[in-house]
């Protein structure tokens, strides 16, 4: 699938690989990039590790889209409690037994213990910046709303745009573990 939507002026070698026993060359890469997956892995130091085994001396690492402990909480509460009021109102009945959501992030982090395990594997330079509030709060209500009357549930750009403006303006003060999600950069040491 990946292939298929790649134009055929990249460059770019698409591979199946173990992310956590890959068959690269030790200290091969300069950099290594990923959005919103690390939560989705079993072992995060396995993956850490190998990571740090292939980077270059002096290579970084950088993740974005990584959930705090608040993200569950900062992504739901709004609708959530819509749904509670149109239940109330008896506008939307309530379902009993409702089964579980299949569980899709196994983690959420914690700045401390995320600065631990990148430093326990060897990094340095490590850098991790909080991000979201007003994002992940419209998040849900937003994509609804979208979906319904334009049938793409995706916000444009200037959705993003305008609350990460504003996130910065007004949630600077925030610890970073009540923000939503976090961008993580660290640097294998050049030894």
Excluded: C
Aim: hydrophobic share 45%.
């Amino acid at each position: 699938m990946l292939r298929s939507r790649l134009k055929e002026s990249h460059e770019i070698e698409v591979r199946k690989e173990d992310i956590t026993k890959t068959s690269f060359v030790s200290n091969s890469f300069d950099a290594v990039y990923g959005n919103s997956f690390l939560h989705h892995l079993p072992d995060n130091y396995a993956f850490l590790k190998e990571t740090y085994r292939i980077l270059s001396p002096g290579g970084v690492i950088v993740m974005t889209g990584e959930p705090t402990i608040s993200a569950a909480f900062l992504e739901s509460v709004i609708m959530n409690n819509i749904i509670k009021l149109l239940v109330f109102f008896h506008l939307k009945k309530k379902k009993e037994n409702i089964p579980d959501a299949p569980v899709t992030d196994i983690w959420l982090y914690e700045e401390n213990s995320l600065r631990a395990m990148l430093s326990e594997v060897g990094f340095s330079d490590i850098i991790i910046k909080k991000m979201g509030v007003f994002v992940p709060l419209f998040n849900w209500p937003t994509s609804l709303i979208l979906g319904l009357f334009k049938r793409d549930s995706m916000q444009p750009v200037t959705y993003w745009k305008f609350f990460g403006w504003l996130d910065k303006k007004l949630f600077f003060w925030l610890p970073a573990n009540n923000h939503s999600h976090f961008v993580i950069a660290a640097r294998k040491p050049n030894n």
